[in-house]
């Protein structure tokens, strides 16, 4: 018999998530991308996580840490309160409702101090993720990494303001 995974929980980023983070995201793009992305991109795509910005972009933004017994297996950042900037969860857990409840944590957060709208730059893997939480897609994007190419889609949910969303509850 199946094991129910235990309840994940949700924080705040710490500092000292870090090498962590750096881990999820490198997991999630080494091993989720590889049917939309070569292995070139996917190489020059993690070797984001080693610019001193990732650490800075975790810490500037709203960055909101899923947990599993403890153990960090995702996380979300918010920046200027309508721009999901980095969106990641361990491919072990992947399909098991973390990214939902990281994404509808950010959703709150952000209607609750007045965003209209949430936008994301999403790779081609995440867009059928977005589309299901109500984001439609706007423009395709080329994103130079080092000497590779990717292929994005700038995609953007319209948020109901909060007084509207109490109405309807």
């Not at 500037?60 to 840490?65: G, I, S, Y």
């Not at 857990?93 to 990281?102: E, K, R, W």
């Amino acid at each position: 018999m199946g094991q129910a995974m235990p309840k994940p929980g949700l924080r705040p980023f710490l500092p000292a998530d870090v090498p962590t983070l750096v881990e999820i995201f490198q997991a999630s793009i080494e091993e989720l991308t590889g049917e939309d992305y070569s292995e070139a991109q996917q190489e020059a795509w993690m070797l984001q996580a080693e610019e001193e910005d990732f650490a800075q972009k975790l810490t500037k933004d709203l960055t909101l840490v899923a947990t599993v017994e403890g153990a960090a297996v995702g996380f979300i950042a918010l920046k200027d309160n309508e721009l999901i900037e980095l969106f990641h969860v361990h491919p072990a857990v992947a399909g098991q409702g973390i990214g939902t409840m990281l994404y509808d944590a950010v959703e709150k957060l952000a209607t609750a101090r007045g965003a209209a709208r949430l936008v994301a730059e999403v790779s081609d893997n995440a867009q059928p993720f977005f589309q299901k939480q109500g984001f439609q897609p706007q423009r395709r994007n080329t994103l130079s990494l080092g000497d590779e190419w990717l292929g994005t889609t700038t995609m953007e949910k319209r948020l109901a303001p909060a007084e509207d969303r109490k109405l309807s509850s």
